[in-house]
């Protein structure tokens, strides 16, 4: 599996970004795809997961109501809306890939259950 992360930059705090992730190299049917985060000196960190197949999502809490997770089965993507910016989002914004199961929940938080990683996209907001 190969995954391509896109979108990033630089954008003023309050500003929006959609971040996209084109998935390749295999059926994703039972996979679930998710966006991690990492700030300069810091953990990576997770952000939101949705499940390939029936669209289940689920969020950090720093996530709820500013981002949103969605996919596009057709043409293989996963995207990252990112509204209402502020400084603490600016980090390199990695997609990843979990192809063991379906369902997402709390458990998807575990970076360690990803197997596939894209190379990351860098989101810096300037206040």
């Known amino acids: 599996v190969q995954l391509q992360a896109s979108g990033g930059g630089l954008v003023q705090s309050g500003g929006s970004l959609r971040l996209s992730c084109a998935v390749s190299?295999?059926?994703?049917?039972?996979?679930?795809l998710a966006w991690f985060r990492q700030a300069s000196g810091k953990e990576r960190e997770f952000v939101a997961v949705i499940s390939w197949s029936a669209g289940a999502t689920y969020y950090a809490e720093s996530a709820k109501g500013r981002f949103a997770i969605s996919r596009d089965n057709a043409k293989n993507t996963v995207s990252l809306q990112i509204n209402s910016l502020k400084s603490e989002d600016t980090a390199v914004y990695y997609c990843?890939?979990?192809?063991?199961?379906?369902?997402?929940?709390?458990?998807?938080?575990?970076?360690?259950?990803?197997?596939?990683w894209g190379q990351g996209t860098q989101v810096t907001v300037s206040s």
């Open positions: 190299g295999r059926t994703l049917s039972r996979s679930v």
């Open positions: 990843a890939a979990d192809l063991g199961g379906p369902k997402v929940g709390p458990f998807s938080t575990n970076k360690r259950l990803y197997s596939y």
